[in-house]
């Protein structure tokens, strides 16, 4: 596609309840990021994929955050049993290669958690 | 441990003057740095970068400075334009993180460019 594109671009969840986020990145990029942004903050490191391999996971707050990328392409953040502290925007981002290149951002998906 | 600050939230600045935005880090085995740009309601856009072994770089209206013993790296825009209203993020990276690449970003700068 022409760009990184996120999906839901919104979603509300009650506080407990499991959900997903979903990432499409630039076809043909290896290298692929998730990012937590909070009100008036810069995104925040979550997770790190090289193609299909969690090469860097030490961003992601705790066991209830878990990121797959099956195929080296599209890739999915699971948050279990959601808390009110986990509403902020998600962001993934995808690279060419990843060092030293720069990162290509979605718009986001802005998770609630009431 | 805020290992890159961007001091300053706002900046106001007038149409065709210049807007100097500010990022100081701490961590020195910080190698590349990026400026993103983010409108409301979008994701960050790349706008430029530095290498560690570079002190400058020019992309147009826009220019990054390094400075490496103060730690300390600023974009220029002149001629500021009211499009270029927006929040702007300075990001670093480092090769020590195992070459990921990922990024450590600032709290970021909002800046008015006002007509």
């Known amino acids: 596609g022409a760009g990184v594109s996120q999906t839901p671009s919104n979603k509300v969840t009650e506080k407990g309840k499991y959900v997903e986020l979903r990432c499409d990145p630039i076809?043909?990029?290896?290298?692929l990021y998730w990012y937590r942004q909070s009100l008036g903050q810069g995104p925040e490191f979550l997770i790190y994929?090289?193609?299909?391999?969690?090469?860097?996971d030490s961003g992601l707050p705790n066991d209830r955050f878990f990121a797959v990328r099956p195929e080296g392409s599209v890739s999915t953040l699971k948050i279990q049993r959601t808390e009110r502290g986990d509403s902020a925007v998600y962001l993934c981002?995808?690279?060419?290669?990843?060092?030293?290149?720069?990162?290509?951002f979605g718009q986001g998906t802005r998770l609630t958690v009431v | 441990d805020q290992q890159v600050k961007q001091n300053s939230p706002s900046l106001s600045v007038q149409e065709g003057r210049i807007s100097i935005l500010n990022c100081d880090y701490t961590?020195?085995?910080?190698?590349?740095f990026l400026w993103y740009k983010k409108y409301p309601a979008e994701g960050p856009t790349f706008l430029i970068s530095?290498?560690?072994?570079?002190d400058k770089n020019e992309d147009g209206r826009f220019t990054v400075f390094l400075n490496k013993s103060a730690k300390h790296l600023s974009l220029h825009i002149v001629p500021s334009q009211p499009g270029d209203s927006a929040v702007y993020f300075c990001?670093?990276?480092?090769?020590?993180?195992?070459?990921?690449?990922?990024?450590?970003f600032g709290q970021g700068t909002t800046l008015q460019v006002k007509p």
């Open positions: 981002a995808s690279s060419p290669q990843g060092l030293n290149t720069e990162a290509f």
């Open positions: 076809s043909g990029h290896t290298a």
């Open positions: 994929f090289q193609g299909t391999g969690a090469a860097d």
């Open positions: 961590n020195s085995m910080f190698d590349y």
């Open positions: 530095i290498s560690s072994i570079k």
């Open positions: 990001a670093a990276s480092d090769h020590g993180s195992g070459n990921t690449g990922k990024l450590i």
